[in-house]
């Protein structure tokens, strides 16, 4: 079996998306060398750097969304909207049973999203 331990996240200006993503996780980054920035989310490592194939805002920003696991969704939702992060959704439920969902954009346009612990 696999395991997801990484991602990396290409952007034209890795220290403004660090700087995101420091209030978003309410921590300093774990790594910070040569212009790359790296974060410890749970068991995920996700690092941001520059990339020369990457410019601007992401184009198909649904491609890939990653999700930060909360109990508190709409806590979380409340406090990261009022970080100013473009709100994709707001906090809803998307079939039966207690599991929220809500989305957002990162200043480089790429989607992340606030989820209920997954159960099943």
Same mark, same amino acid.
């Given at each position: 079996m696999l395991n997801l331990n990484s991602m990396i996240i290409?952007?034209?200006? @890795?220290?403004?998306l660090a700087d995101f993503y420091e209030k978003?996780?309410?921590?300093? @980054?774990?790594m910070s060398e040569e212009g790359w920035f790296g974060f410890m989310a749970g068991s995920c490592f996700i690092g941001i750097g520059?990339?020369?194939k990457v410019?601007?805002?992401s184009a198909q920003p649904e491609r890939l969304i990653f999700n930060f696991e909360t109990k508190e969704v709409e806590k979380e939702? *409340?406090?990261?909207? *009022?970080l100013g992060a473009?709100?994709?959704?707001? @906090?809803?439920? @998307?079939?039966?049973?207690?599991?929220?969902?809500a989305t957002f954009a990162d200043p480089d346009g790429n989607y992340f999203q606030l989820m209920s612990p997954w159960e099943g």
């Open positions: 290409g952007s034209q200006n @890795p220290k403004a978003v996780l309410e921590k300093k @980054p774990d520059a990339h020369d410019k601007g805002k939702f *409340a406090r990261i909207e *009022a473009e709100v994709i959704a707001k @906090p809803y439920k @998307p079939g039966e049973g207690d599991m929220m969902i």
